[in-house]
């Protein structure tokens, strides 16, 4: 809903604009309620009521009586929106199986823990200050995970080594709860507007950090799907793959050097990335016209695919570095 109002001025300084009626009682405002604003960095004026509503938006209570939405995903959501403390409850006792999903998802969640539990009533606490916690930092831990994923899923094709695969696939959960935490102090922020200002962000950089830490994160899932062709192929012959190795300096050069390109921007890093990003395109089209006649034997075409998308995010998240350099004024559009 969007609202228009006529500033007023009001003695010899001051201006006015009256507040909505319906965001007034949505929010519980009153006569001598107090209201943070705060100014974002392209001029916009964020207001947001303080008191009692807002320390009860920490708390989440979810009814799953009628089974339409899973405990799990009602817990992973709840986490991801940066609640507190989640409840969960049934009017029926809850199944094994889902006590032992609610179970293993909370193991996967930095932070969280089982306060009270029943058979009708799990209650996880959430024990992760945002504050505490620099979107910066937990991308950082996230790329370089992510790095050496690509490093060592490419070893792993080179040699067609299992066991290198499989600890590839194991390193994913890390990756997945460093992008847990991100997504969870990105929502924080963007419920409160105070969190932003001590991050020192805008709503835009909240939004394009959002995306890289997808970005990543997706990279990680592309090595563990390679991994997995690996493992699948175990006892079918070795393929020679010519030129993968460089292939794999590369790719997770340039992936890694993106996302720092983020954090630090510069025009010339931007340019040399974006050479090295044609060179293995083309790179990766030669191998794959070089080995098509393996292709029965192994699934050489999905971990191409695959190789192509992780370059495909490293592009993106270069873009969304430059589109931040740009709006910030580093660059003259």
């Known amino acids: 809903m969007v609202w228009k109002r006529r500033v007023q001025k009001v003695g010899s300084g001051s201006f006015l604009v009256t507040l909505p009626k319906t965001w007034v009682e949505q929010n519980g405002i009153r006569e001598g309620s107090i209201v943070t604003m705060l100014v974002g960095k392209e001029g916009s004026l964020i207001l947001m009521p303080e008191g009692e509503k807002r320390l009860g938006e920490d708390r989440v209570e979810i009814d799953l009586s009628r089974k339409t939405l899973m405990p799990q995903d009602a817990l992973l959501g709840s986490y991801l929106l940066g609640y507190n403390a989640i409840i969960l409850r049934s009017d029926v006792e809850f199944s094994a199986s889902d006590v032992s999903e609610i179970r293993s998802i909370v193991r996967r969640l930095p932070g969280a823990e089982i306060s009270e539990e029943t058979l009708k009533h799990v209650e996880v606490r959430v024990l992760l200050d945002p504050e505490m916690v620099t979107p910066e930092k937990l991308i950082r831990r996230q790329n370089s995970l992510t790095t050496s994923m690509i490093t060592d899923c490419i070893k792993a094709l080179m040699d067609w080594d299992p066991m290198l695969a499989e600890r590839v696939i194991e390193r994913d959960d890390e990756v997945d709860r460093q992008y847990f935490i991100a997504v969870r102090v990105i929502r924080s922020a963007f419920r409160n507007p105070e969190l932003l200002a001590k991050m020192n962000m805008d709503l835009l950089k909240l939004m394009d950090l959002r995306m890289l830490v997808k970005y990543v994160e997706d ?39 993106s996302v720092e390109l983020f954090n630090s921007f510069n025009h010339d890093e931007l340019q040399g990335l974006i050479k090295k990003y044609f060179e293995i395109e083309n790179s990766i089209l030669g191998l794959e016209k070089k080995t098509e006649h393996w292709a029965k034997k192994v699934n050489l075409a999905r971990i191409f695919n695959n190789l192509t998308k992780i370059l495909e995010n490293a592009k993106d998240i270069a873009e969304l570095a430059s589109t931040q350099a740009f709006r910030t004024g580093f660059l003259n559009p």
């Open 219 to 257: 990279s990680a899932d592309q090595c563990v799907q390679i991994s997995r062709e690996v493992k699948k192929c175990e006892k079918t012959p070795r393929v020679e793959l010519p030129n993968l190795k460089t292939i794999g300096d590369m790719l997770s050069d340039v992936h890694f050097r």
